[in-house]
């Protein structure tokens, strides 16, 4: 069974910094792309970062250059940097991954249970 989980958010101020992180455990034999989504009170869930496993990387406009998303292969982790953190990042944070669990299973997205981001004016 894969889990992800997540870990780093909390409460900071605007102008601030978080970095969180996704770690994947279980029964693993390849992830491919991993990614960070996030949803705010009343809003549907939306795409913040994602990376392939040959660190090719995507932003969603609202974040680029002010976020950074990385991956640790060795670890099975994935981080978002967060700079420059606004009032309007606030959400739950949720880390994503498509994973192989042995040679002859095929692919599957894993969701982490999320974590919150509060950013205060």
């Known amino acids: 069974q894969v889990q992800l989980v997540e870990s780093g958010g909390g409460l900071v101020q605007a102008g601030g910094s978080l970095r969180l992180s996704c770690a994947a455990s279980?029964?693993?034999?390849?992830?491919?792309?991993m990614g960070w989504y996030r949803q705010a009170p009343g809003k549907q869930r939306e795409l913040v970062a994602i990376?392939?496993?040959?660190?090719?990387?995507n932003y969603a406009d609202s974040v680029q250059g002010r976020f950074t998303i990385s991956r640790d292969n060795a670890k099975n982790t994935v981080y978002l940097q967060m700079n420059s953190l606004k009032p309007e990042d606030t959400a739950v944070y949720y880390c994503?991954?498509?994973?192989?669990?042995?040679?002859?299973?095929?692919?599957?997205?894993?969701w982490g249970q999320g974590t919150q981001v509060t950013v205060s004016s």
């Open positions: 990376i392939t496993n040959d660190d090719r990387t």
């Open positions: 994503n991954a498509d994973i192989m669990a042995s040679r002859f299973a095929a692919a599957r997205w894993y």
């Open positions: 279980g029964t693993i034999f390849r992830i491919n792309t």
